[in-house]
């Protein structure tokens, strides 16, 4: 978000719920960085959409109509429908940068119309088999898992790049 608004401006966060862990690690991912290295960021709100597309889309337009100089929406969980549609019916499409997750045939395809800026894939494929493998290994052979943790390098999808990472899909 900070790279596609030029280190300054102001942003808003949908979440899904601040109840769930995973969305509340990305909420909080988010807000540590922008806090700690971009000072000319300002995070104007806040807000869950529980999840509800329609919740996402009446949240992007207050947000974009309380601050009509809002640079960027980041949206943690579901819901990135909603927020990007409420942009691109704004007539801000392009600036107001739209960042959010899971690479699915509607999201893709607002990349590729460039409602979204930046779509960060949850690699689940890689969840799924990179688990059962350190199991495998762990019951098979003993091996312990180098870390407690484990961390995906997962892609971010641009306007610009989502034909290399996802080709042929979508056109």
Known sequence: MA???????KV???????????????RKGFTDVITEKYP??????????????DIAYT??????SSF?????????????????????????????KVVCHDFLLETTGLVRDGVIQGLIDQSTKLQGRDVVIRLYNYIAGGVVP??????????????????????????
Do not use: C, W
């Open 40 to 53: 000319d960021i300002k995070i104007v709100g806040e807000v869950e959409n529980v999840d509800l597309a």
């Open 146 to 171: 180098p870390f407690g943790k484990l961390l995906l390098d997962t892609p971010m999808a641009t306007p610009e790049n989502i034909d290399q990472i996802l080709p042929g899909s979508g056109k």
């Open 68 to 96: 009509p100089d809002l640079s960027g929406i980041y949206i943690t969980a579901s819901g990135q429908f909603g927020a990007a549609n409420a942009v691109k019916d704004n007539g801000k499409k392009g600036s107001v």
């Open 59 to 64: 949240q992007a337009m207050d947000f974009m």
């Open 3 to 9: 790279q596609l608004i030029g280190g300054k401006g």
């Open 12 to 26: 808003a966060i949908i979440t899904g719920f601040f109840a769930v862990e995973a969305h509340e690690l990305r």
